[in-house]
């Protein structure tokens, strides 16, 4: 039989095409190793992404209860008191009370009651604030207001400031009112205190905002109310009485 008797005729052998050789495991391995590896290691840094989160949280709450029970323990061993803001002086600058001529009657005897009355008024009052407390206490912007039977005439601004522990400190607050207009009722009033009773009642009302300063935090803010009845002489232009709460001072 001759050597080629298994070709076909026509075949040539040179162009055969040869039988690849089937992957290796070497190569096999090659192809899956990155595949494995990403799946693994996407599914295992999300639960440590979240432990690191939950961790985290954790430490900052213990951190926050932490710094306000030490908070708790100094406010309670140093028992905060309500500071003290009393008016202990009035003086009076300017007072002057205008109303325009009652029409002419025929009655020479008869009084009529004026349709309106200017009042001009400027006081300086001073305050005593009192901190009784073994830490300071910063205080808000004030406001003081001044009123005639409810109506309010002027205001006074006193900036905020900071007071030491157990001090004292003077806060100076001055109300100027430029000819404010009151209507007939009350300037027949007015008019009637000031020229037969020679007295003008007056009502300074005030709010004070305060905050106890412990290891550089501010406690929760206290309201110190100023409530005061005051009574001024236009004739003499000075102060003739003054009531703060309960405690009452003649001059």
Partial sequence: MPPNSNL?????PTTRPRPQPPPSNQDHH?????????TTSSSSSSPSFRGCCCCLFLLFSLLAL????VFLVIMLAVKPKKPQFDLQQVGVQYMGISAPNP?????????ATPASASLSLTINMLFTAVNP?????RYGESSFTVMYSGIPLGKALVPGFYQEAHSQRQVKATISVDR???MQAYASDLIRDASLNDRVELRVLGQVGAKIRVLDFDSPGVQVSVDCAIVISPRKQSLTYKQ???DGLNV
């Fill in 8 to 12: 076909s005729s026509g075949e040539n």
């Fill in 30 to 38: 090659h192809l899956c190793y990155p595949t494995t590896a990403r």
């Fill in 66 to 69: 932490l710094i306000l029970a």
């Fill in 103 to 111: 029409s002419s009657s025929p009655d020479p005897t008869s009084t």
């Fill in 133 to 137: 407390n073994k830490v300071g206490i």
């Fill in 180 to 182: 404010y207009s009151l």
């Fill in 244 to 246: 703060c709460g309960f």
